[in-house]
């Protein structure tokens, strides 16, 4: 679908693009979640899990992903997504072992980055990237998904979700 140049600045240039074009015109939270998890799974390499979970009350819940089956429910404050969940703030975790808390989907995963999906000043989701790989994710990935999920807060309706 798309071809992208492979340094990590000009991926997420790309990325940003084809993410904007994709939800051009279309405001369901959960098929431009679906569509932006699809994305990125395709086009940011070293990748085990890449999802999202949405705010439901004091909790996430499971949303659209790519990836092996995932834990549905997470309550605030547990974990990397209930982290980022609570306190809007990016998690970029090196060693998943070492993060108190931390729940394990699949055994595969080593590191983890969760960008807060930020609608009308409150969180309304999180994007989740898991890799197998010690340490993937860089300052430039947690800057390139927070524009990413910008594009998504931005260009759907999270009312009715
Ligand atoms: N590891 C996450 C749970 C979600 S899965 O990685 C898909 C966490 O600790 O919140």
């Not at 693009?17 to 395709?42: C, F, S, T, V, Y």
């Not at 997504?81 to 989907?105: E, K, L, N, R, Y």
């Not at 994710?137 to 931005?154: K, W």
Request: aromatic share 8%; with cysteine.
């Amino acid at each position: 679908m798309f071809d992208f140049a492979v340094s990590p600045g000009q991926r997420y240039d790309d990325l940003a693009k084809a993410l904007a074009a994709m939800l051009a015109g279309e405001r369901d939270a959960i098929a431009n979640m679906a569509n932006a998890a699809a994305l990125i799974w395709q086009y940011i390499p070293d990748l085990n899990w890449a999802g999202f979970y949405r705010v439901a009350g004091s909790e996430l819940v499971l949303g659209p992903f790519q990836g092996k089956p995932a834990c549905i429910r997470i309550a605030f404050g547990r974990g990397v997504c209930g982290t980022a969940a609570s306190t809007g703030a990016v998690q970029c975790v090196a060693d998943v072992h070492a993060f108190p808390g931390h729940i394990a989907c699949d055994s595969a995963s080593a590191s983890e980055l969760v960008v807060p999906v930020i609608w009308n000043g409150h969180v309304v989701a999180v994007l989740d990237l898991d890799s197998p790989l010690p340490g993937r994710f860089s300052q430039e990935d947690a800057e390139g998904c927070g524009r990413l999920v910008e594009i998504l807060a931005d260009g759907s309706n999270w009312d009715k979700h």
